[in-house]
């Protein structure tokens, strides 16, 4: 019998742990739960028609390139139409180079790790922020600092004396309809951050995947957008978007726009991890928002989230009442939520989570989404792939478990 091998893993490893929310998953496979668990978009939503078109349009019009290796920096006619995208959103100085195509941006934040990021390097994170966000910053040595954030965002007073402090790498935002919190960040706090960039010269990434995804009156243009008005912000500014959650996170498409050396070497890493991403994704996608379809379907997608996104509001006050705090969301997938602990109910979240499993419903505790000192009482609940009749039971099986 040959002898157990042990295996010496990269020191690396020690500073992160497996996703908390990839191990609730493993605990729904219970049958009749039901899931405000996920952060990802309800697939009855997706064009499945338009994507079939756009797939069919990539292999007429150039199925070699379509199925082809392609550049690193990703496939033209897509750029282009992504260039036109973020100009129909205000950002109208984008130009094809000045963005990279991403395996999703999930893989724009690991390039941002790769280039940005020596072990020690201070990197200034909202409390709460995206969790993938923590776990891949860390994984390549960062030490992250929280900056408060409100009902508008990251608060900027703190914020400028966190980077006065502590002379960060760079600041990441989720500045629009964050994950976890929701909070969309004011117009006139864009502007303070945009200036504090210029100020201390230091790097702002800006994370906008749900930005598209608002209810009622539009959230203020992106940092990239308003950079313009803030003379030397581009040249210290990088933004991250995706098709996951407005088209299909299956095609895995997302893309960065940096300063050019920025770009250089992200696209350089980028060689290394997977040579490119999906071309007959990126034909795929490129037909799709040629062929104008992106505005009826962002305009669908609006009106059932904001349906759920009511019905889930409306529930929890009438469910749980002063048992539970929230701001109504605006925009985006998610309640996040804080216990209150009125009336002797439950408090801590994770051992809501617990509860609430045994009762059929599911969601994410808070206390993962924090760098640092994390608020035990707070949770996440996604309205996005629940009717408003399974939002409802849910809530109800919920007030069961508080």
């Known amino acids: 019998m040959p002898l157990p091998t042990t295996l010496h893993f990269s020191e690396r490893l020690n500073n992160v742990e497996t996703s908390a929310i990839r191990e609730l998953f493993k605990l729904l496979g219970k049958p009749g739960i039901i899931s405000f668990a996920g952060g990802f978009p309800d697939s009855a939503m997706f064009d499945v028609e338009g994507i079939r078109e756009a797939v069919n349009a990539a292999l007429l019009d150039d199925p070699g390139a379509a ?180 088209l299909s996170p299956g095609l895995r498409v997302g893309w960065m726009i940096a300063p050019p050396e920025l770009l250089a070497n992200a696209t350089m890493c980028k060689q290394f991890s997977d040579a490119h991403t999906s071309t007959f994704a990126q034909a795929t996608a490129a037909q799709y928002l040629k062929a104008g379809r992106m505005p009826a379907t962002l305009s669908n997608v609006r009106k059932v989230y904001a349906e759920r996104a009511q019905a889930m509001g409306n529930a929890l006050r009438k469910e749980l009442g002063d048992a539970i705090e929230f701001v109504q969301p605006q925009g985006g997938l998610f309640v996040w939520a804080r216990l209150t602990g009125a009336g002797g109910k439950v408090k801590d979240g994770g051992e809501l989570a617990k509860r609430a499993i045994e009762k059929g419903v599911a969601f994410v505790p808070g206390a993962p989404f924090y760098a640092s000192n994390p608020d035990l009482s707070t949770l996440r609940l996604s309205f996005a792939t629940a009717d408003v009749g399974k939002i409802e039971e849910g809530v109800r099986r919920l007030a069961q478990a508080v």
């Open 67 to 246: 199925l082809q290796y392609g550049a690193t920096e990703g496939y033209n006619p897509l750029r282009e139409q992504l260039a036109a995208f973020m100009a129909s959103k205000g950002a109208k100085d984008v130009a094809p180079e000045d963005l990279i195509v991403t395996t999703g941006s999930q893989q724009a934040l690991d390039l941002l790790g790769k280039t940005m990021i020596s072990p020690g390097d201070k990197v200034i994170v909202e409390g709460p922020t995206f969790l993938a966000t923590i776990q891949c910053f860390r994984l390549y040595g960062a030490e992250l600092i929280s900056a408060p954030i409100d009902a508008y965002g990251v608060q900027t007073d703190k914020l400028e004396q966190l980077i006065a402090e502590h002379k960060p790498k760079f600041v990441y935002l989720i500045p629009t309809f964050g994950n976890p919190s929701g909070a969309t960040l004011s117009a006139e706090r864009r502007k303070k951050v945009l200036e504090m960039a210029v100020k201390y010269q230091t790097l702002i990434v800006e994370d906008d995947p749900y930005g598209d995804l608002y209810f009622g009156e539009a959230p203020p243009p992106s940092l990239l957008a308003m950079s313009a008005s803030v003379p030397g912000s581009r040249d210290l500014l990088a933004h991250c978007g995706s098709l996951s959650k407005v």
